[in-house]
């Protein structure tokens, strides 16, 4: 048995372990109503943005959170071990088999809400709004993959699924609710001025600030916005992100790439630090 | 007795016949001769009185002759000379073979401080071979004398509605057979209103003084704007032309109705690229307003504005309002016209006006017809259907059994 089989067999089982566990229904029936409701209801798209961004961050750590702890703790991660394979082979098929959860959870709920759009509304099928969708898509679920990851992450860590959940909770609080009136009160001291000034260095000094935040880089990408959590301020630039059809792909991706490498780095570092943690790990 | 009275008689005949100074029109015999049918004219002081002078062969002859013209005694301070097409002249040459007729001007400007009076102007007509000719030209100087212009209107009667702005068209004739320089005035006008005398070409100068070539017309343009709190009735405006070296003048007078009640036209005009379109919901149009100014006047701070209905909404992309639209000068504005995913199907109008800073458009409708696509509703479905074949696939196999 080769590592790229024992990858394959691992990220298969635990994809079919999600597939079977009423967590994955109850999941996708969140995601797509959601943003079924926001969708067809928001008479701005930045709306549906922020639900996804402040919000469903906490559905993708309910994917990972367990990862490895639910082995550990029945036990059968030592049985795996028994097996010719690696640590490093278990992580990674743990990372494919939640990674292509997510993303049929994400992909096959905005296939259907825009089929659902098209059905209801009547409006006109073209190609350049159904292209950018995907695209919404992709930086949806990369941004979703970051906090899975992350919970995977946790579940190295920690030693019961309650902490590791925890962690994951604690996480999402403060990236999507906490972070951001922080950013203000520190771009207050460090400025001396008050966010109500709307003086251009408060500013440029929060949106420096900002880039340590994901929901930043995915507000980018999204809707052209500083930031989508609640409690904060956003800047709207002229460019609206990937969805503003008055610009081609070629130049979003041109104006966009330091968010979107950011958005592909993240869950690969954090991946890594997964991979760390568990192999010294004292199982 | 008697006979020697017949004798005397016909000395003084023949002594009369063979005077020069007898010669009135033409000589009597010269290889060239000049005559003219016109020897006495009125005119005002200043004038510039012209004289038609015929010069042809005296018999038909091959060789080459010649004329010499010249003044041999005019008032003193009066310019006198004798012109042809190219300017004054003092002999005319005929070539060989050449019997065409010649014509010659005598011009004679009068001084402007001349007094009422008849005056007399000799010329010799000199042929190289031949009698001389000399003629007397009289002008009779008449301050009184009636003037030789007129000045009217084709349409002297015109109504308008109070702040509305008209325009008369005014015609001045000429018919002295020289140029005359006229000063133009409005003598006669309602108290507060703006009368202007304006050049027909651009209406863009007023003019207080035109010149105008002999036996000419000029028009011009006569603006009224009566104020706005003018009250309904007939007004007159009378305009007037008066020769710069004479106390006459030539009149019009012109009525003006005033109605408050006139339906007025419109200043600024909307037209649309297109006054009907047909979207889907979710789509979006770009279409072209046109704003025209057709008014007469200069407008400022112009700008579109459209009233957004249920499910649609417009984006105006001009930046801010127009500053000036001259009179007869057009924009055309992008609109952007947006459907909602979510509106309703049907008919919609929405309604749009130009404002500027002192009127406004009559309103204008752009019919927005909603229709749903019946090729995205198939789209839906089997997007649906797919995805839900392809879930249920997934399921069926990786699902744990």
């Known amino acids: ?283 | 007795m008697c006979q020697n009275n017949s004798v005397k008689a016909l000395l003084l005949v023949f002594f009369v016949l063979l005077s020069p100074a007898s010669s009135i029109a033409s000589a009597d015999w010269g290889t060239v001769v000049a005559t003219s049918e016109t020897t006495g004219k009125v005119a005002i002081s200043g004038d510039i009185i012209e004289f038609p002078i015929t010069v042809q062969r005296g018999h038909n002859s091959s060789e080459k002759a010649w004329i010499g013209l010249s003044v041999s005694s005019a008032p003193e301070n009066w310019d006198v000379g004798f012109y042809e097409e190219n300017g004054q002249i003092l002999f005319l040459n005929f070539p060989e073979n050449e019997n065409k007729k010649r014509n010659v001007i005598l011009r004679v400007k009068t001084p402007s401080e001349a007094n009422d009076g008849v005056y007399s102007v000799w010329v010799n007509f000199v042929p190289d071979e031949g009698d001389i000719s000399i003629q007397e030209f009289v002008v009779k100087i008449d301050s009184d004398a009636d003037i030789n212009m007129q000045l009217y209107s084709a349409i002297p009667g015109l109504e308008t509605s109070p702040a509305e702005p008209v325009e008369f068209i005014v015609t001045i004739e000429n018919n002295y057979d020289h140029r005359i320089k006229v000063n133009l005035d409005v003598l006669e006008k309602s108290e507060d209103w703006d009368i202007q005398l304006l050049e027909i070409e651009n209406k863009k100068y007023r003019i207080t003084k035109q010149s105008l070539e002999k036996n000419s017309k000029q028009d011009f343009i006569v603006r009224v704007n009566p104020p706005i709190d003018t009250v309904d009735g007939s007004y007159t405006i009378t305009v007037a032309v008066t020769p710069e070296n004479g106390p006459q003048s030539a009149k019009e007078t012109l009525e003006l109705e005033i109605n408050g009640n006139i339906e007025t036209n419109e200043a600024l005009v909307l037209i649309p690229e297109e006054v009907n379109l047909i979207l889907s919901p979710g789509s979006d149009s770009e279409i072209y307003v046109t704003i025209k100014n057709t008014g007469i006047q200069q407008l400022e701070n112009v700008e579109l504005r459209m009233q957004d209905v249920s499910g649609i909404s417009t984006d105006v992309r001009m930046f801010g309002a127009i500053d000036k639209l001259d009179s007869g000068e057009s924009k055309e504005i992008p609109v952007q016209i947006s459907v909602r995913a979510d509106a309703s199907s049907g008919s919609k109008d929405i309604l749009m006006r130009a404002i500027s800073d002192t009127t406004n458009s009559e309103d204008g409708t752009i019919a927005i017809v909603v229709e749903r696509s019946e090729s995205s509703g198939f789209f839906g479905v089997g997007l649906i259907l797919i995805s839900i074949c392809v879930l249920g696939l997934i399921i069926y196999k990786f699902g744990r059994r």
Request: charged share 10%; proline share 2%.
């Open chain 1, 1 to 283: 048995m080769t590592n790229k089989n024992a990858v394959l067999i691992i990220a298969k089982k635990e994809f079919s372990d999600k597939l079977h566990e009423p967590s994955f229904l109850v999941m996708m029936s969140i995601f797509m109503v959601t943003l079924f409701v926001y969708t067809l209801g928001s008479s701005s798209f930045s709306n549906v943005a922020r639900v996804i961004g402040v919000f469903f961050p906490i559905l993708a750590i309910a994917l990972g959170y367990d990862g490895i702890i639910k082995e550990k703790n029945s036990k059968s991660l030592n049985v795996l071990l028994t097996h010719p394979l690696f640590r490093d082979n278990i992580i990674t098929g743990k990372f494919f088999g939640i990674s292509i959860t997510l993303g049929l959870v994400v992909f096959i709920s905005l296939i259907i809400i825009a089929a659902s759009d098209f059905l209801i509304s009547g409006k006109i099928v073209q190609f350049e709004a159904l292209s950018r969708l995907m695209i919404f898509g992709i930086f949806t679920y990369l941004y979703l993959l970051t906090f899975a990851v992350f919970a995977l992450f946790t579940s190295t860590r920690c030693k019961t699924e309650i902490g590791s959940l925890a962690w994951g909770v604690v996480i999402w609080i403060n990236m999507c609710f906490v972070l951001g009136p922080t950013i203000i009160m520190l771009s207050s001291i460090i400025t001396g001025q008050s966010m109500f000034e709307m003086t251009d260095k408060f500013f440029s000094t929060g949106a420096l600030l900002f880039n340590i935040s994901p929901i930043h880089h995915f507000a980018e990408v999204t809707v052209g916005n500083l930031d989508l959590s609640y409690g904060t301020f956003g800047i709207q630039r002229d460019v609206h992100g990937f969805l503003d059809t008055k610009y081609s792909v070629s130049y979003l991706i041109g104006h966009y790439w330091q968010n979107v490498i950011i958005l592909l780095a993240l869950p690969v570092i954090l991946l890594v630090a997964s991979y760390i943690s568990f192999l010294r790990e004292n199982i």
